[in-house]
């Protein structure tokens, strides 16, 4: 059976780190999204910490260890302030994140997260409206706010749980910060070498928009976050579909 392009629908670690995307392409296969370079980068929330911050965006404060320096991470904990967050430095889907309120806390939420990888990432918690922005070839789409009704973070149980979380598109923001944040999406999408499409996860804390992490696969059900803020944009489902398999096979 011969195929004209692969639709990838597939997310964290073979899916969207590069490794289906080298294996298509050695294949000579066209797919939508980023290539092999992109996707490595921006699944290792450390990597793209640090192109964020060169690219002169706001991320919460916060470093990035390995399991040899899993000792220095209470005293980075205490000079950070609780609450933090630990997370895995390339999984997806808030696999393996907690919120740890205190240093009790913090050992169990080292084992999840470097059960998961070999390093993590530690930041500071931010309270604040979470938002998500998409951006489809050269543009972003409308902003969408993303309210979790019993979690006070985006995390895995709310992700995957229908009515887990509000979901409001546009954004109820004030217009300056809706369109700061486009405009962060945009340049999150150009220093993480991406194409095509990406979504970038934002938090507004004190009036301030930091970013968290940016999806190169984002989720493409219907009621995903994606396809909601393209129907905002006028953009069928079937519409954007179409339009990405278009994108992978110009390249």
């Known amino acids: 059976m011969e195929f004209d392009v692969a639709f990838l629908v597939l997310h964290g670690p073979g899916g969207e780190d590069g490794t289906i995307q080298g294996f298509l392409d050695s294949l000579g296969l066209p797919y939508q999204g980023a290539g092999v370079l992109g996707s490595a980068l921006a699944i290792h929330k450390g990597l793209s910490r640090l192109l964020y911050r060169e690219a002169g965006l706001p991320v919460p ?23 933090v967050v630990v997370k895995p430095a390339s999984q997806g889907s808030s696999l393996g994140l907690s919120v740890v309120r205190g240093p009790e806390e913090l050992p169990s939420a080292l084992s999840r997260a470097f059960a998961l990888d070999r390093e993590v990432v530690v930041e500071k918690f931010l309270s604040g409206r979470e938002i998500t922005v998409g951006v489809l070839g050269d543009e972003a789409l409308p902003v969408v706010e993303i309210i979790p009704r019993e979690s006070d973070h985006f995390d895995y149980r ?3 749980t229908p009515g887990a979380a509000r979901e409001i598109c546009p954004a109820e923001i004030p217009e300056d910060l809706s369109r700061k944040a486009q405009e962060y999406a945009l340049s999150a999408h150009q220093a993480l070498r991406l194409r095509h499409y990406s979504r970038t996860d934002m938090i507004i804390h004190e009036g301030e928009i930091y970013l968290l992490e940016t999806n190169t696969i984002p989720g493409m059900t219907e009621t995903s976050l994606l396809p909601l803020s393209a129907r905002a944009a006028g953009l069928s489902f079937e519409k954007l579909v179409e339009r990405l398999l278009l994108m992978a096979l110009e390249g």
């Open 61 to 83: 404060p916060g470093g990035v260890f390995s399991e040899r320096d899993r000792d220095r991470i209470p005293d980075f904990c205490e000079k950070l302030g609780y609450p």
């Open 158 to 160: 709310t992700k995957y």
